[in-house]
């Protein structure tokens, strides 16, 4: 069974930093992938991490400030999110490639055949 189990996420003033995990149930081979939705919006990419946690992708908007990675004793990939703005505010989703052992990272929502369950992130004073 494949699945994704998130946690996190929560309430943060403006320039405060919060921490998304993703535990990965039989997903280890696989790239993975942070998604956001704001509210009334798609969902769009924010970031990747590589099968073999060795390449990071980040959307342009949160270069700098977001980082993702992996903790393989634990089967868990983390989003640190710091400096986070007003407009970062939304659901939280970690999706797993649909292909198995692909080497590279897709920003297209279609590559993502598991999802979890997203996690609500507020930025607000």
């Known amino acids: 069974q494949l699945a994704l189990e998130e946690s996190g996420g929560g309430l943060v003033e403006p320039g405060g930093s919060l921490r998304l995990s993703c535990n990965l149930v039989?997903?280890?081979?696989?790239?993975i992938s942070w998604f956001r939705q704001a509210p009334g919006k798609e969902r769009e990419w924010v970031s990747c991490l590589s099968k073999n946690a060795n390449v990071t992708e980040y959307t342009d908007n949160v270069k700098g400030r977001f980082t993702v990675a992996k903790d393989s004793t634990k089967n868990m990939v983390h989003l640190h999110m710091n400096g986070l703005k007003p407009e970062g505010k939304g659901g939280y989703y970690c999706?797993?490639?649909?292909?198995?052992?692909?080497?590279?990272?897709?920003?297209?929502?279609?590559?993502?055949?598991?999802w979890g369950h997203g996690n609500q992130v507020t930025v607000s004073v």
């Open positions: 039989g997903m280890n081979s696989y790239a």
């Open positions: 999706a797993g490639d649909r292909t198995r052992f692909r080497e590279i990272c897709n920003v297209g929502i279609g590559a993502y055949g598991v």
